[in-house]
């Protein structure tokens, strides 16, 4: 089985190149997800019938798809939102958030997010997510 090598995301200062692996943004992507409002959880882009098991923790990133282009990353984002939440805004808030945490704060520039909505959790009261 051959090995694929993995674009990575390079950036030059002048103390040196650092190399950003796909998988360590996806990690930063879903930490960031996971703490948006509306957002539930994240969930595999291969949710089958409506039955998306919801990935938290260290599994979280397997909902985030990453892609580095010479001109920036393109994440895809399968996220289940909270029941009776404006989807639009909790769409339009983890787009914003993501945004700032990549290019502001970790210098790797972003040129697309797409958001898929892959369920919608309703609360009930045997549940231990919020």
Do not use: C
């Not at 914003?96 to 970790?106: D, Q």
Request: charge should be positive.
């Amino acid at each position: 089985m051959a090995l694929r090598k993995e674009k990575r995301e390079k950036m030059q200062s002048e103390r040196g190149k650092i190399e950003i692996s796909p998988q360590v943004i996806a990690r930063i992507a879903s930490a960031e997800l996971l703490e948006t409002y509306g957002i539930v959880g994240l969930t595999s882009k291969n949710a089958f019938h409506g039955l998306a098991d919801l990935l938290t923790g260290d599994k979280a990133s397997k909902g985030v798809r990453v892609r580095v282009k010479p001109d920036g990353a393109l994440l895809d984002l399968y996220v289940v939102v909270q029941y009776g939440t404006r989807i639009s805004e909790v769409a339009a808030g983890a787009i914003s958030r993501l945004k700032y945490a990549l290019e502001e704060r970790m210098g790797i520039p972003v040129k697309t997010i797409n958001i898929h909505i892959q369920g919608v959790r309703f609360a009930d009261e045997h549940s231990d997510w919020k």
